[in-house]
């Protein structure tokens, strides 16, 4: 891993005679976006919305496989469904809640409380969640066998 800090830096471009933006970044593929229905949009492309909804997820998992393998915790599969509830407090408009519905497959003789260990510490250390204000509900459904 390098020093910190990071740096991640991501542009988006957009024109005034169409509705979608492109997102791009180094050495990944452009992502085309555009605004959710429920805010007038056509709701068919990616919007920044469901992006950090999919930044919460992802980085749930990716943490998740790195505590588990420095943990030496064994599994098979895992799914991370990420729901945020946004809200207008104050006349601003923002994320107050995510559920996260994390599914985990782990081979027979796995120790369910030692999975589950592993689940709470990777939510508590996923980066995206703690520099957002959200409060953070974990639901987990572990299958073992």
Known sequence: MEAFPHHYTVTAQGSAHESSVIVSGDGVSDIATDAPAAFGGPGDQWSPEDLLMAAVADCFVLSF??????????????????????????????????????????????????????????????????????????TTDIHIG
Not at 74 to 83: D, E, G, P, R, Y
């Open 65 to 138: 496989r790195a505590i588990s393998q420095a943990s030496k915790i064994n599994w098979l599969t895992i799914s991370c469904q990420a729901t945020g509830t946004l809200e207008r407090i104050d006349r601003k408009n923002l994320f107050t809640t995510i559920e996260l519905k994390v599914s985990l497959s782990a081979p027979e003789g796995s120790q369910e409380d030692k999975l589950m260990k592993v689940l709470q510490k990777s939510e508590e250390s996923c980066l995206i969640t703690n520099s957002m204000t959200a409060a953070i509900a974990l």
